[in-house]
């Protein structure tokens, strides 16, 4: 039986010439029908391959094949091939192989159409049978990260540690954290990035099971690095919405160099220009460009220190206006126009990982998951893992991104050694349960009773499907989230100076 979650990651897509002349409303349409049909059809595309390691393996083993059916429920089409009925079912939570001769699975599969005088099979070709799938899966993630290793992985570095900004009240101010810092170790492990492959410190701080999440941090001007324990917050979100998780209250130094002034702007107004770099706001050095945007908000006077693509430097004086366009907005705020550039400290690369180390990743990421479900300080529970609505989300969003097919390829890798890690637990319904029946009759010498299978099957099915409604529901919440889209501020405008902006 395959059934596939994951603990679960938008760019817009570059289209060719001959699509930009249709209209946005037929092109919108059909990018969204195209990708949802992908994403279906490569989700299917893994779930048949598992069930089909079972299907082989049940043909191998002389076992009587009565099944072979994607999606549960009552089939919606069905057809009978050599004595298989084929079919797919209503209810898209994965597949399965409805084999009469392992154990009883007619609270999942329906009833069976079973021969007479159908012989019972070996506890070995039970365990074989089972064990397939699994590795059948564990196969095409080796596949799919063969195709990754030549094609690349597209991937942000982000390796800046340093603390840009802190927001005041936070957390992270009330413990000492200040712009400036850098960050070397969250609860005694050594960080080098602020985000990725869940090592940065962003997931650390999100994944920490302390009471205080501890720091070492290196000051500016101070020899030895610094220890402090910071509180955390928790945002708060819908009862539809899975639960946040940890946040203190920090952003990462970024680049402050202007890409562009708005025209009429208060920036323009104070001579500001592009390709100039902030270096201090009011008379402190300038870490991230959220200092400038949080403080602008206020609409009071920034003194900025401005150094310019010549070497020199000076300082002005900058007052946030709301733009003309904006000042009938509910959200409407003050800002100085200015666009950033993009960051030293941030990266688009493509990365090519070996097969092995993708496979090795995916199983390091699967037995962390695993670890924070059950460990008792942690914030990650069952509601953070996902079933196929939400897995199918990330995977819609990965293909309306720039090489997102790339990213799709690579979790697929992930997704494939979950599938198989997930399915080969020794738990009641599931392939590695088969297994565990499969070596208890070889220990005992004798099948399980089949009234007492009965009875874990099916406890095992409400639970199952419990869980499976449960997540679910929160992947469907977090998919039809409120979204404050119908706020947000179009472009700023500013009136045009009708003097000229002293150089």
């Given at each position: 039986?395959?059934?596939?979650?994951?603990?679960?990651?938008?760019?817009?897509?570059?289209?060719?010439?001959?699509?930009?002349?249709?209209?946005?409303?037929?092109?919108?349409?059909?990018?969204?029908?195209?990708?949802?049909?992908?994403?279906?059809?490569?989700?299917?595309?893994?779930?048949?391959?598992?069930?089909?390691?079972?299907?082989?393996?049940?043909?191998?083993?002389?076992?009587?094949?009565?099944?072979?059916?994607?999606?549960?429920?009552?089939?919606?089409?069905?057809?009978?091939?050599?004595?298989?009925?084929?079919?797919?079912?209503?209810?898209?939570?994965?597949?399965?192989?409805?084999?009469?001769?392992?154990?009883?699975?007619?609270?999942?599969?329906?009833?069976?159409?079973?021969?007479?005088?159908?012989?019972?099979?070996?506890?070995?070709?039970?365990?074989?049978?089972?064990?397939?799938?699994?590795?059948?899966?564990?196969?095409?993630?080796?596949?799919?990260?063969?195709?990754?290793?030549?094609?690349?992985?597209?991937?942000?570095?982000?390796?800046?540690?340093?603390?840009?900004?802190?927001?005041?009240?936070?957390?992270?101010?009330?413990?000492?954290?200040?712009?400036?810092?850098?960050?070397?170790?969250?609860?005694?492990?050594?960080?080098?990035?602020?985000?990725?492959?869940?090592?940065?410190?962003?997931?650390?701080?999100?994944?920490?099971?302390?009471?205080?999440?501890?720091?070492?941090?290196?000051?500016?001007?101070?020899?030895?690095?610094?220890?402090?324990?910071?509180?955390?917050?928790?945002?708060?979100?819908?009862?539809?919405?899975?639960?946040?998780?940890?946040?203190?209250?920090?952003?990462?130094?970024?680049?402050?160099?202007?890409?562009?002034?708005?025209?009429?702007?208060?920036?323009?107004?104070?001579?500001?220009?592009?390709?100039?770099?902030?270096?201090?706001?009011?008379?402190?050095?300038?870490?991230?460009?959220?200092?400038?945007?949080?403080?602008?908000?206020?609409?009071?006077?920034?003194?900025?220190?401005?150094?310019?693509?010549?070497?020199?430097?000076?300082?002005?004086?900058?007052?946030?206006?709301?733009?003309?366009?904006?000042?009938?907005?509910?959200?409407?705020?003050?800002?100085?126009?200015?666009?950033?550039?993009?960051?030293?400290?941030?990266?688009?690369?493509?990365?090519?990982?070996?097969?092995?180390?993708?496979?090795?990743?995916?199983?390091?990421?699967?037995?962390?998951?695993?670890?924070?479900?059950?460990?008792?300080?942690?914030?990650?529970s069952m509601e953070h893992l996902s079933g196929p609505v939400g897995i199918a989300s990330v995977f819609y969003d990965m293909f309306q991104a720039k090489n997102g097919?790339?990213?799709?390829?690579?979790?697929?890798?992930?997704?494939?050694?979950?599938?198989?890690?997930?399915?080969?637990?020794?738990?009641?319904?599931?392939?590695?349960?088969?297994?565990?029946?499969?070596?208890?009759?070889?220990?005992?010498?004798?099948?399980?009773?089949?009234?007492?299978?009965?009875?874990?099957?099916?406890?095992?099915?409400?639970?199952?499907?419990?869980?499976?409604?449960?997540?679910?529901?929160?992947?469907?919440?977090?998919?039809?989230?409120?979204?404050?889209?119908?706020?947000?501020?179009?472009?700023?405008?500013?009136?045009?100076?009708?003097?000229?902006?002293?150089?």
């Amino acid at each position: 039986m395959a059934w596939m979650k994951l603990a679960p990651m938008r760019e817009i897509c570059n289209y060719s010439d001959t699509l930009e002349h249709m209209p946005n409303s037929i092109l919108s349409i059909l990018v969204t029908v195209g990708g949802i049909f992908v994403v279906v059809m490569l989700f299917n595309f893994m779930i048949f391959v598992h069930e089909l390691g079972h299907f082989w393996a049940a043909r191998w083993r002389g076992l009587y094949i009565d099944r072979f059916q994607i999606w549960f429920g009552k089939p919606l089409w069905e057809k009978k091939i050599n004595g298989v009925r084929w079919g797919i079912g209503w209810i898209p939570a994965g597949g399965f192989v409805s084999l009469p001769q392992m154990a009883p699975m007619e609270a999942i599969e329906g009833e069976a159409d079973i021969p007479k005088n159908l012989k019972p099979i070996s506890a070995l070709d039970k365990i074989i049978v089972a064990a397939a799938g699994p590795l059948a899966s564990l196969l095409l993630a080796v596949v799919f990260a063969f195709a990754v290793w030549g094609v690349g992985k597209p991937a942000v570095e982000y390796k800046t540690t340093t603390i840009g900004y802190v927001m005041p009240g936070s957390p992270a101010a009330e413990a000492g954290l200040k712009p400036g810092d850098k960050i070397l170790e969250i609860d005694g492990q050594r960080v080098d990035r602020w985000v990725g492959d869940m090592e940065g410190v962003s997931e650390l701080i999100m994944l920490s099971e302390r009471e205080k999440v501890h720091f070492l941090v290196q000051r500016p001007g101070v020899d030895q690095p610094i220890e402090l324990e910071s509180g955390f917050e928790i945002p708060e979100t819908k009862w539809w919405q899975r639960k946040a998780m940890r946040k203190i209250g920090i952003a990462p130094a970024l680049s402050c160099q202007v890409a562009s002034v708005l025209q009429g702007s208060p920036a323009e107004r104070a001579g500001i220009k592009t390709g100039d770099v902030f270096v201090s706001l009011n008379g402190e050095k300038l870490w991230s460009p959220v200092a400038i945007e949080k403080q602008s908000v206020e609409g009071k006077p920034l003194l900025i220190g401005v150094q310019h693509p010549n070497g020199s430097s000076q300082q002005l004086e900058v007052t946030p206006l709301i733009p003309n366009n904006w000042t009938n907005h509910p959200n409407k705020r003050p800002i100085t126009g200015i666009q950033w550039g993009e960051s030293d400290e941030i990266r688009l690369i493509t990365q090519h990982p070996t097969p092995w180390a993708q496979i090795g990743q995916s199983l390091k990421w699967m037995g962390d998951t695993l670890k924070k479900l059950f460990a008792p300080h942690s914030d990650v529970s069952m509601e953070h893992l996902s079933g196929p609505v939400g897995i199918a989300s990330v995977f819609y969003d990965m293909f309306q991104a720039k090489n997102g097919w790339k990213l799709a390829l690579w979790f697929a890798v992930v997704l494939n050694v979950n599938l198989a890690v997930l399915n080969i637990l020794p738990l009641p319904v599931v392939d590695g349960g088969h297994v565990v029946l499969g070596i208890t009759e070889i220990i005992m010498r004798r099948p399980v009773s089949g009234k007492f299978l009965d009875i874990v099957q099916v406890g095992f099915v409400f639970l199952l499907m419990g869980f499976f409604i449960y997540v679910t529901f929160k992947d469907i919440g977090d998919l039809f989230a409120p979204s404050d889209s119908s706020q947000q501020l179009p472009p700023p405008t500013f009136a045009v100076l009708s003097t000229p902006v002293p150089a």
